[in-house]
């Protein structure tokens, strides 16, 4: 078998792993945007493929995906599909057109009747996030993806722990954290603590800036809005995520919980005002809006947002401090990661009458995790991926005792 890494060895984001076996037959996993800007080259991702594999619906693992064709299998999990095209709804662009093979938890199936393949779900900042072992021309390979130990999800982390495919001779194992603290919140629960300790007690409106496919996040503020007697306020396209990750698990919250209101924001409302498909979506929000009620009690609200709206916030200045309170990466604030909320809330958070602070954990394991992961594996070979530092996840790992560890370069050709 022979392996590339197009992308991944020495950033974190734009992942594509390419395994062509003896038959030449070629399989990819992910096929993600670039978040660094260094080298915008993505020309590789016209190469020839079998196959592709998903790992999980961040943009910086599927944002090229439709790159490689309608004509090439695309093997993803249901729910990772239902959220890449959820946004898209919402931003006005069409579904997803392609050869979809929808893919399970903890299923085997066979890819172009070459590569066997295991799925193993993780504890990761999206609902769906899958970790691979692949078979081929007797070699077993391991990819983590994107996880974690910490979330609400954590018991998947110890599942694989307690008992890890045996025999594998290469894991690529992602290391996102090396070089990266996660010391003052380090799980859900002390994130969730410490909104609720902000917002107990506030005098007026909270905003929580976070992703609304962070559903373990979203559950989080829930979680504290519920303790303090709050009212938690989403907009439509977060209430149709919540929709969509319930199909999978129950316990998910959805909008006709007591403790949940919509807000309609006018230019979501117009993507699916038209459509009669959301015909019993939007009765079901119009039944849950908050309309002017915020304007009575402030206090009684959190809302959580990509972004905060500013007229909101100049109305409700007079009633006291206003929380806003940023949950997700902080490196979304710097100018090399620009968002479109970057200037807003880099505006916001020194203005007079406004508390800001950051309440964040990582989707991502800690090298400590990544340590005990790796170890759980056992692995002939390990190749760190999805990192920046790639030199100091070696150095950390061989004080550790680890002497598989192998540096690889991007778009070089290994054999294993």
């Not at 409700?316 to 990661?337: A, C, P």
């Amino acid at each position: 078998m022979k392996v590339k890494v197009y992308r991944g060895t020495e950033e974190i984001g734009g992942t594509c792993i390419e395994l062509t076996a003896s038959n030449g037959k070629i399989l990819w996993i992910d096929l993600g945007t670039p978040l660094d800007t260094k080298n915008p080259n993505v020309d590789y991702a016209r190469n020839k493929l079998d196959a592709l594999l998903i790992s999980h619906p961040h943009k910086d693992h599927v944002g090229l995906m439709e790159m490689v064709g309608k004509n090439v299998p695309i093997y993803i999990g249901e729910l990772s599909l239902d959220l890449i095209n959820a946004t898209k709804i919402f931003i006005g662009e069409a579904p997803l057109d392609g050869d979809f093979k929808l893919i399970k938890p903890w299923n085997e199936f066979i890819i172009a009747d070459t590569f066997k393949v295991k799925t193993f779900l993780t504890d990761h900042s999206t609902p769906e996030s899958f970790s691979f072992l692949i078979e081929v021309d007797g070699k077993r390979v391991m990819y983590s993806g994107d996880f974690r130990a910490t979330g609400r999800k954590k018991m998947l982390y110890d599942i694989l722990i307690k008992k890890p495919p045996e025999n594998i001779d290469l894991l690529f194992l992602e290391g996102t954290m090396v070089e990266r603290e996660n010391h003052k919140y380090a799980t859900e629960e002390s994130v969730e603590q410490a909104i609720y300790d902000v917002i107990r007690n506030q005098d007026n409106i909270s905003f929580v800036i976070s992703s609304a496919q962070n559903v373990d996040r979203l559950v989080s503020v829930l979680r504290a809005c519920k303790r303090t007697n709050k009212y938690l306020v989403i907009d439509i396209y977060t209430a149709f995520i919540l929709d969509m990750v319930r199909k999978q698990s129950k316990s998910i919250p959805v909008i006709e919980w007591e403790e949940i209101k919509v807000y309609e924001h006018p230019s979501q409302l117009k993507k699916i005002i038209n459509d009669k498909s959301f015909d019993e979506f939007r009765e079901r929000i119009s039944k849950q809006r908050i309309g002017d009620a915020v304007f009575n009690s402030p206090s009684k609200y959190v809302y959580f947002v990509r972004c905060p709206n500013e007229k909101l916030i100049e109305k409700l200045r007079d009633n006291g401090t206003i929380n806003i309170i940023y949950s997700q990466w902080d490196g979304y604030l710097k100018k090399e990661h620009q968002q479109y909320f970057t200037d807003t809330i880099n505006k916001l958070k020194d203005e007079s009458g406004i508390s800001f602070q950051i309440i964040h954990t990582s989707g991502h394991a800690t090298v400590p995790d990544l340590i005990k992961f790796a170890k759980a594996i056992d692995s002939k070979k390990l190749v760190p991926i999805h990192t920046a530092y790639p030199e100091k996840f070696k150095i950390a790992f061989e004080k550790e005792g680890f002497e598989n560890i192998v540096l690889w370069e991007d778009g070089k050709e290994y054999e294993v």
